[in-house]
């Protein structure tokens, strides 16, 4: 049985095609000629039938010019590619507004069978609504994204905000302890300042008491700018000077009270106070320029510096000594008459001594001989302190003379040293001169010296032993020293051995007076030389003088 199939006919297939949802239309040639469009495609373009029907692409939708599409479908229609896209907008007029339109279209050719492209067939499927849901979608992410953003910065914001907030408040605090430190600063300021015044105020004060008293205590004072050496002194010492009061002081006539032989001394001690900024302490004569009376001044100077220790003056006490003067030298006077006078009892006593000690000799009578012996000893030492004192009573009244004449040293060394031995067993005394050599000196004074070194090397060793005394002579110098092993002296007492009366102190069983080496000193001194000393506690002293030879 066959059945027979309903053909359609072309209209019929043609309204089905019409009504088919998807926009569909049928292109020829290469302009896109438009055979037949349905009722989808025409709501897409927003015409009707009669006006895009065999009409040019472009004819029919003008505002596509500029747009990529007639394009397509002139390369569609002649290479026989197919062009598909989605989302792709398209700006059509519709109701003469020209809008945005998105698609999912295709361009298809359609061949025959010998490959030749026949017409196009063109869908496509409105999705703006798809494409602007997506927009807005994307654009509502986007200002959510740009709201997170902006919450979290301000959240950043808020926590910097915070941050900002508590630094501030450090910078308050620190502020406040600032305000608090710097108030406490300019307290203490005050208190300082107010302190420095008190102080300032004090010192004015104590100086002028300090001035007041050496006015009450008859003294004066001067002063040598260290940088200008400008001489400056006060009303006392000019009118001790005899100065007028209304001037400053000229040195010049300073010298000119200042007793001649002491110039020396007083320009020597303020070069070194100067230079060396050694202290400096000295008595010497005066005499009046306007009343002529001769007077006895004391002058103390030490160098003092500025606030960056540097040397700004060297400066010091003047002093009138003269009743302390007159009474040591009528003091000396009295030492030197009596030394005077027990000399000569003294020497006729050494001399009848002398001539017991032959007779007990000759008569062979030992115990006198022994002790007229210890008589002669007893004899010689007062002797020798006899002459001490007296050569001190001469030192201090300018009397004592050096007498000089050509010796041989050798000879009057050896004679004393043989003198010493005789009145001591304790100790042994080794001599040694290098060579011969003639002085011209005070012979009994060089031998008083030497003489002095010896009992002081024998008493400063208790415990007996060697002395040895060595001379020898370089050039022009005779070095002499005697060298004992004793009890030393410390450094600190060594400088002022040479000073008169003095004694180191724990020394009070050895007998003495401390004027031994006073007077060594004036002698070697008298005769242009040098004395110096070289010891160490407990191992032993050495004593060099040096005298030139002429
Ligand atoms: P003194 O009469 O006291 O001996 P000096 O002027 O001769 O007087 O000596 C002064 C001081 O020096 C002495 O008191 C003593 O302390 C010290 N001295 C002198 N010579 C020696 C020495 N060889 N060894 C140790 N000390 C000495």
């Given amino acids: 049985m066959q059945l027979s199939i309903p053909y359609l006919t072309t209209e019929q297939i043609i309204d089905v095609f019409n009504v088919t949802p998807t926009a569909t239309a049928i292109h020829v040639g290469e302009d896109a000629f438009i055979q037949i469009a349905n009722d989808a495609m025409l709501s897409i373009w927003g015409k009707s039938r009669d006006a895009v029907i065999n009409r040019s692409l472009e004819d029919a939708l003008p505002e596509l010019k500029g747009q990529p599409f007639i394009d397509m479908f002139k390369r569609v229609w002649n290479e026989g590619i197919t062009f598909s896209g989605s989302d792709t907008p398209a700006d059509l007029k519709i109701d003469g507004i020209l809008k945005t339109f998105y698609f999912d279209f295709e361009y298809r050719p359609i061949k025959n069978t010998e490959g030749k492209t ?9 999705v703006t609504d798809r494409v602007v849901n997506k927009e807005k979608l994307k654009d509502a992410a986007e200002k959510e994204l740009a709201l997170r953003r902006e919450q979290g910065l301000n959240e950043e914001l808020a926590a910097t905000n915070e941050e900002l907030a508590a630094s501030n408040e450090q910078l308050m605090i620190m502020n406040e302890e600032l305000a608090y430190a ?10 300082l300042e107010s302190r420095v015044a008190e102080r300032v105020k004090e010192l004015s004060d104590s100086e002028e008491r300090l001035l007041q008293a050496i006015d009450t205590a008859k003294m004066g004072t001067w002063r040598i700018e260290a940088e200008t050496l400008h001489l400056s002194v006060s009303d006392f010492v000019k009118e001790l000077l005899g100065l007028p009061l209304d001037k400053e002081a000229e040195v010049k006539q300073i010298l000119e009270a200042i007793h001649p032989d002491y110039h020396g001394t007083v320009l020597k001690a303020i070069e070194k106070g100067l230079q060396n900024h050694e202290p400096s302490d000295i008595e010497y004569p005066i005499r009046n320029l306007k009343t002529g009376a001769v007077k006895w001044v004391k002058a103390t100077g030490r160098i003092f510096t500025d606030h960056e220790d540097k040397p700004s003056e060297y400066s010091g006490l003047f002093m009138d000594i003269t009743e302390r003067k007159l009474e040591e030298l009528r003091k000396n006077d009295f030492i030197g008459m009596v030394s005077h006078e027990l000399k000569t009892p003294l020497t006729a006593l050494n001399g009848f001594v002398q001539v017991l000690q032959h007779k007990a ?7 006198s ?21 007296l050569n001190v009573s001469r030192l201090e009244s300018g009397k004592l003379q050096i007498e000089k004449k050509n010796f041989d040293l050798e000879t009057l060394f050896a ?12 100790h042994k005394i080794h001599f040694h001169i290098d060579k011969q050599v003639q002085l011209h000196a005070d012979r009994d004074k060089i031998g008083n010296v030497l003489s002095n070194l010896i009992n002081n090397a024998i008493k400063y060793s208790p415990g007996g032993g060697n002395i040895d005394i060595n001379c ?13 092993y004793g009890i030393g002296i410390r450094a600190e007492d060594q400088e002022k051995l040479f000073d008169r009366y003095y004694r180191v ?4 069983t050895i007998s003495g007076f401390g004027i031994g080496l006073y007077l060594c000193a004036e002698i070697i001194r008298g005769h242009r030389g040098n004395i110096w000393v070289d010891s160490e506690p407990g191992k032993g002293s050495s004593f060099y003088f040096s005298l030139p030879i002429d």
């Fill in 182 to 191: 710097r108030e406490n600063l300019s307290l203490l300021n005050n208190e």
């Fill in 472 to 484: 020898t002579s370089v050039n022009d110098q005779l070095v002499c020293r005697v060298k004992d």
């Fill in 118 to 126: 026949i017409c196009i067939l063109h869908t496509a499927v409105d």
């Fill in 361 to 367: 000799d000759k008569s062979e009578d030992s115990f």
């Fill in 505 to 508: 102190e724990g020394n009070d």
């Fill in 415 to 426: 004679e004393i040293v043989e003198d010493a031995g005789m009145l001591q067993s304790s």
């Fill in 369 to 389: 001989t022994s002790a007229l012996g210890k008589a002669y000893n007893q004899i010689k030492k007062m002797t020798g302190m006899i002459n001490g004192f």
